[in-house]
């Protein structure tokens, strides 16, 4: 990587995770087979943002029971979110919206981890009444 700037390069091998909440400026990911990590996520409020708004891609977690997700890539430490709809572009071609997280080692949250749980319900539950 280079710089702050998240980066993936070709050959570089990608799998899909599913989310937890970020809060804290915490993230965990597991994969299918339940391999889990926890990551720090130095712009957290960007992810934040984000999630429980119904905008991330989602990976069946059981018959009827989703969860947001993303593509890892745990050696540039890099999440990849793909958005949840596409989109219409100028020539008529669909496009999923998308964007990269840089990621880093675990640290100790921080003190926003209340703060931004309640942040993440709140988005929740607006976006469940809208639909």
């Known amino acids: ?3 702050d700037e998240p980066a993936v390069e070709a ?3 990608a799998s899909t995770v599913m989310l937890s909440p970020c ?5 965990r990911t597991w994969d299918g087979s339940n391999d889990t990590t926890l990551w720090s996520v130095p712009d957290a409020d960007f992810l934040l943002s984000r999630q429980g708004s119904g905008m991330l891609g989602r990976s069946l977690r ?3 029971r989703f969860v947001e997700s993303g593509l890892l890539v745990p050696d540039r430490q890099t999440l990849m979110q793909r958005g949840r709809f596409p989109t219409q572009t100028d020539d008529g071609s669909m496009q999923l919206d998308g964007s990269m997280v840089r990621l880093e080692p675990a640290a100790a949250p921080n003190q926003f981890t209340i703060d931004d749980f309640r942040t993440l319900l709140s988005q929740a539950i607006r976006h469940c009444i809208s639909r």
Do not use: A, F, N
């Not at 809060?23 to 993230?27: E, I, P, T």
């Open 23 to 27: 809060v804290g400026g915490l993230l």
């Open 11 to 13: 050959g570089d091998i």
């Open 62 to 64: 059981e018959e009827g």
């Open 1 to 3: 990587m280079m710089g």
